[in-house]
Structures are given as structure tokens and as C-alpha cells.
């Protein structure tokens, strides 16, 4: 198993939706966590840093991390085709970063 | 959020040369930075760590003496690809850690080898 699963999409949404998107991971000492978003051939942008269990809210993104059950979510209200890109969660106990693989979200207007 | 600079941007080389690729973070000093390599569609492969004032630590695979690490302060860590060849054209990211867990990444650079 591997440590970070993340469903690598695509996903393909119409504009407005509300999307979720998901990550598993298997080593309970992760307790920073973490969402990026990626457009084709730039770095990763930092969107939402979580420590612990909890949910944090960013404008009409909400990051949500539930420790018990090693399973994060990323909720994007209100989507739009600016947010096409490749989202990536990401962890850590402290440094480095453990990645998922991505998910390919595409938002049709 | 902080800023990480990651410069070249792009950068054709021909084969057998080296390549010089710097990540610098503007707004807060970074002990450890960290390189990565991404293949097209691929998450990001975790190459080396780069430690100020010390040796960096390589991943299991990464060739050293290929891919020379030299972090000069705690703003500056650079990426000396050695002799290059077509297969180490990639995108090589940087990130550095701003505080425990919170990683901001330079923009990336494309390195084509031809």
C-alpha cells in the first residue's frame, strides 16, 4: 500500500459544481497536511495548510482532515475554469512532503 | 505566502554540457530546501535534500555526481546537472519549507537536452 492514494481523475465538472476531491494515506504519524494546485508546466501553489484534524476554510475552498479515518478532502464551491488544474495533497510528519499522485480537474464552462 | 524564485524558467542544453538551476527564497531564510523531478502527468519524485552548511541527501536511484547539490545559504540552494544527456530532460522543482509541514515551491524549470 502506498503511503499517499490519491485518484488521479480526470475529473470533468460543469462551471459552478461543487467539487470534492480526496486523499488516503496509511501512516498515522502524518500531522501537517496540505493541498497545491498545479497548471501544466508551473510549480505547485500552496492553497490550504492544515495542522492536525479539522476543517479550514479559504474563500470557496474548504480543506477538511480527518485523522481517525486517514482521509483528507478538498471542496471547491462554486467552481470555475480558472481552477482546471491538477490538485495534489501532500503530508508530512515534519519535512519532506509525501505526495499523492494528483487529480486532473477540468471545470467546462 | 512566501515566495520561492526558481530560476531558469526553461533552459535547452546540448548534450554533454552542464546546467546551473538556483532556488532562492525571498522572504525567509530555509536550513533545508528540497529538489524534485516531474515527469509529464506524474506527481513529483523527491530527488535530494539540500542542507546549508552540510552535504545534501540523496533519494535512493539519484545519481550525486550527476545531479550536484550546493545549498550557499539560507536563501540560495542550486541544481548542477553534470554532463546532461536527453534523458534528464525534465521539470526539476524546488521547494523550501517555511515552517514545519508548510512547503511553497519555486515555479519549476523545464530542462530539454538535446
Known amino acids: 500500500q502506498k503511503e499517499v492514494e490519491q485518484d488521479p481523475g480526470p475529473l470533468s465538472v460543469p462551471e459552478g459544481a461543487i467539487v470534492s476531491l480526496n486523499c488516503t494515506y496509511s501512516n498515522s504519524a502524518f500531522q501537517y497536511f496540505m493541498w497545491y494546485r498545479q497548471y501544466s508546466r508551473k510549480g505547485p501553489e500552496l492553497l490550504m495548510y492544515?495542522?492536525?484534524?479539522g476543517n479550514k476554510e479559504d474563500g470557496r475552498f474548504t480543506a477538511q482532515v480527518d485523522k481517525s479515518s486517514k482521509y483528507i478532502s478538498l471542496f471547491i464551491r462554486d467552481s470555475q475554469p480558472s481552477d482546471s488544474a491538477t490538485y495534489l495533497c501532500a503530508m508530512s510528519v515534519n519535512t519532506p512532503l509525501v505526495f499523492g499522485k494528483g487529480t486532473r480537474l477540468s471545470v467546462i464552462a | 505566502g512566501a515566495v520561492v524564485s526558481q530560476h531558469p524558467s526553461r533552459v535547452i542544453c546540448k548534450s554533454g554540457t552542464s546546467v546551473k538551476i538556483e532556488c532562492r527564497s525571498l522572504d525567509f531564510q530555509a536550513t533545508t530546501m528540497f529538489w524534485y523531478r516531474q515527469f509529464p502527468k506524474q506527481s513529483l519524485m523527491l530527488m535530494a535534500t539540500s542542507n546549508e552548511g552540510s552535504k545534501a541527501t540523496y533519494e535512493q536511484g539519484v545519481e550525486k555526481d550527476k545531479f550536484l547539490i550546493n545549498h550557499a545559504s539560507l536563501t540560495l540552494s542550486t541544481l548542477t546537472v553534470t554532463s546532461a544527456h536527453p534523458e534528464d530532460s525534465s521539470f526539476y522543482i524546488c521547494?523550501?519549507?517555511?515552517?514545519?509541514?508548510?512547503?511553497?515551491f519555486g515555479q519549476g524549470t523545464r530542462l530539454t537536452v538535446v
Open positions: 492544515t495542522y492536525s484534524s
Open positions: 521547494s523550501a519549507p517555511k515552517s514545519p509541514g508548510e512547503a511553497f
